[in-house]
Nanobody, 115 residues
Framework: QVQLVESGGGLVQPGGSLRLSCAAS????????MGWYRQAPGKQRELVAN???????NYADSVKGRFTIFGDNAKNTVFLQMNSLKPEDTAVYYCNRNVLGLDYWGQGTQVTVSS
């Protein structure tokens, strides 16, 4: 089993920044993809960004140039630095770790961008 603990959500004004973190524990495999999804009210969950154990990253077009994902392999932790936040970034953000085709999810953290 893999447990994911998220932190860092909150309320921020448009143009502001937040950093989310996700720490994995339990059975840790060295080969993985880890990242963030988000789900806004009435919308489907969508990929925001992910990173694999080789450091390759992938971003949704809507966040490119504003969000950066990076990891600390020694601590099994992934971070999402979110800059230039927009109201449309408001959603519940979920951490995800995919190992050998199995998805593990965090509990979700609310990000609200509003003046």
């Amino acid at each position: 089993q893999v447990q994911l603990v998220e932190s860092g959500g909150g309320l921020v004004q448009p143009g502001g920044s937040l950093r989310l973190s996700c720490a994995a524990s339990g059975i840790i495999f060295k080969v993985y993809t880890m990242g963030w999804y988000r789900q806004a009210p009435g919308k489907q969950r969508e990929l925001v960004a992910n990173i694999n154990n080789s450091g390759s990253t992938n971003y949704a077009d809507s966040v490119k140039g504003r969000f950066t994902i990076f990891g600390d392999n020694a601590k099994n932790t992934v971070f999402l630095q979110m800059n230039s936040l927009k109201p449309e970034d408001t959603a519940v953000y979920y951490c995800n770790r995919n190992v050998l085709g199995l998805d593990y999810w965090g509990q979700g953290t609310q990000v609200t961008v509003s003046s």
